[in-house]
């Protein structure tokens, strides 16, 4: 019996839920399939399309899709695409697809569309090539799903959105590769577009220490406060929700962290990308999108780990119970007992650590973003 495919309701949350769990087991990255709040969110947004599958006769979920959209762009993404093992090869995938996009690029809502499936596989692929998605790139171990993955990027557009399209004049040189692939994929020739190098650098001292706030809800007020327009954001459907900035307020960078997933996404910076790309190489620390440390860029000085090893009373110093033969009550040592991460390690006396630095894809996500905006 065919499934009835359907908006999803406030109602379905916990079996939404279950069915996330039942795809993806306990690493499914995003918040739309794992947090009650903010599917409940989600499913209530005006710019959001939620859709299920529920079999007729039981009423159970057997798939799940939806397309996300925000206020003042016509830019969707389908998101939370999953289908119940038992129902795996019934097309239902496709069907929840089709579905979206009819309702949104075929009736005018939106323009484009983007999606970023597995690639472990060619199945997520070839649903959503079968159906008006066209390749546009790869994102190299973009998001952790129980081990870390690559994504590759589809977009499908609505009908004669492309001949409406405005020229492009000219791209930064280190884009032109990228362009020219994205146009033979789309059937759009970018011959006209001019290369240009980089613009460089305004010279200045060297910038001080970064601060990183993460305070979301007042990320979220500040990021709309500068940017009210979505037309200068790096990264469309991502609200930041920390906030990188000297502690003389120069400039700030927004940026997405999803600590599940463990990857971040620079959205903009204020007042313009050159100011935050005087950072590159300045050595700042930045968050570690999964453990919520400080990684540095050249390590630090090791510590011997006996000098800052924390121990429960009543264990042996090799965490047996005394009195145990070996290899009998031995209790497992809990990540509290001793701390792992190299950012709580000590210095070496008389020694300072090595300055950190911020990562290789902020500085060149910056700088390209200084060369195509300025």
Not at 104 to 126: C, E, H
Not at 162 to 169: E, F, I, K, Q, T
Request: proline residues 11%; hydrophobic residues 40%.
């Amino acid at each position: 019996m065919s499934a009835v495919i359907e908006q999803a309701a406030p109602t379905d949350i916990a079996d939404l839920r279950q069915l996330y769990y039942a795809v993806y087991g306990p690493h499914y990255p995003t918040a739309l399939g794992t947090d009650p709040a903010e599917m409940s969110r989600l499913i209530r947004d005006p710019h959001t399309l939620w859709l299920v599958a529920r079999c007729p006769r039981t009423g159970a979920l057997a798939g799940s899709a939806a397309i996300h959209g925000e206020a003042g762009t016509r830019i969707g993404r389908l998101e939370g695409l999953a289908v119940h093992p038992d129902q795996r090869g019934s097309g239902l995938a496709g069907r929840l697809t089709e579905a979206l996009c009819s309702a949104t690029l075929d009736a005018g809502t939106l323009d484009s569309v983007y999606a970023t499936v597995r690639t472990v596989s060619a199945g997520p692929q070839r649903v959503v090539a079968r159906h008006g998605f066209r390749p546009l790139g790869i994102l190299p171990n973009a998001v952790d799903l129980g081990s870390r993955e690559s994504l590759a990027l589809y977009a499908r557009h609505s009908p004669g959105v492309l001949d409406r399209r405005v020229p492009v004049a000219e791209v930064p040189a280190l884009l032109a590769p990228l362009l020219r692939t994205a146009g033979a994929s789309l059937g759009i020739s970018y011959a006209d577009a001019r290369p240009t190098a980089p613009t460089p650098l305004p010279a200045g001292p060297a910038a001080a220490p970064l601060e990183v706030i993460e305070a979301p809800a007042f990320v979220r007020r500040r990021f709309h406060a500068h940017f009210p327009d979505g037309g200068r954001w790096f990264y469309p459907l991502h609200t930041p929700n920390i906030l990188l900035t000297p502690a003389d307020g120069d400039f700030e960078v927004y940026a997405y962290l999803n600590r599940t997933g463990g990857y971040c996404a620079l959205v903009a910076a204020h007042p313009d990308p050159a100011a935050a790309a005087r950072v590159a190489g300045a050595g700042h620390p930045y968050p570690h999108p999964r453990r919520g440390r400080l990684r540095r860029g050249p390590r630090a000085p090791r510590t011997p780990r006996r000098a800052v090893r924390l121990r429960r009373p009543g264990l042996h110093r090799r965490g047996r119970v005394p009195g145990h033969a070996p290899g009998r009550g031995r209790l497992p040592r809990l990540r509290g007992d001793v701390p792992h991460h190299r950012a709580h390690r000590l210095p070496r006396r008389g020694r300072r650590p090595a300055a950190p630095t911020l990562p290789r894809f902020l500085c060149v996500g910056l700088g390209v973003g200084a060369s195509a905006l300025t």
